[in-house]
């Protein structure tokens, strides 16, 4: 099976991942300042930020899903890969989760790591830090930075983050949408891939 192949049946289960993006943002609900929840998720954050460059995947195309699968809530989908050293290949290992929305006839694409630090960005309903409405926004459980749902921060002068969330090149395709993946250096105001 190609790594294509082997991707789109992964992100196929969307009941399973909807279910782990419910118990995160039950998480949110339960403490939005939990600084806590830092440790499970900068270990998610190590496995994303994979040296990509070292095994040629920098930047390499990946298709994931449909347009018609896609609406404008963000949608977690998991990128995976072999892996090469010396000695072996590893098949099918997890290299990065993105988030995926549409936008018209359009998908936006943003990589789940924060710039800030490298926690796992989250993505759910809560109220907006600035106009106290209870919308879909992304919120990073470590240090608490909120981002709008197209990725710019929503209070630049307070975040910790110095940049807004990392977008990632996509492409459309006769319905299929393909997403070009990328690690960037973290707690730099310029995103710098890596
Ligand atoms: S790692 Fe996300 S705000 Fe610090």
Redesign the pocket.
């Given at each position: 099976m190609s790594t294509n192949e082997l991707n789109k049946a992964q992100n196929s289960g969307a009941t399973g991942e909807a279910t782990r993006r419910n118990f995160c943002l039950g998480a949110i609900g339960a403490g939005m300042g939990a600084a806590a929840l830092?440790v499970p998720v900068c270990a998610g954050a190590k496995m994303a930020l994979y040296p990509l460059q070292q095994e040629g995947l920098s930047g390499k195309e990946y298709e994931l899903t449909t347009l018609d699968a896609l609406d404008e809530t963000p949608r977690q989908f998991v990128i995976s890969d072999n892996l090469n050293d010396a000695w072996a290949t590893e098949a099918n290992q997890t290299i990065g989760v993105v988030y995926l929305r549409r936008v018209g006839e359009a998908v936006e694409a943003f990589q789940s790591i924060?710039?800030?630090?490298?926690?796992r960005?989250k993505a759910g309903k809560m109220k907006h830090p600035t106009s106290g409405e209870e919308q879909t926004l992304f919120f990073?459980p470590?240090?608490?930075?909120v981002f709008e749902l197209n990725g710019e921060r929503v209070n630049p002068e307070t975040?910790?983050?110095a940049r807004s969330m990392d977008s990632l090149e996509t492409r459309i395709e006769d319905g299929k949408v393909f997403v070009k993946f990328q690690n960037f250096q973290l707690g730099t105001a310029e995103k710098k891939p890596v």
């Open positions: 830092a924060c710039p800030h630090a490298g926690c960005i990073c470590c240090h608490g930075d975040t910790k983050s």
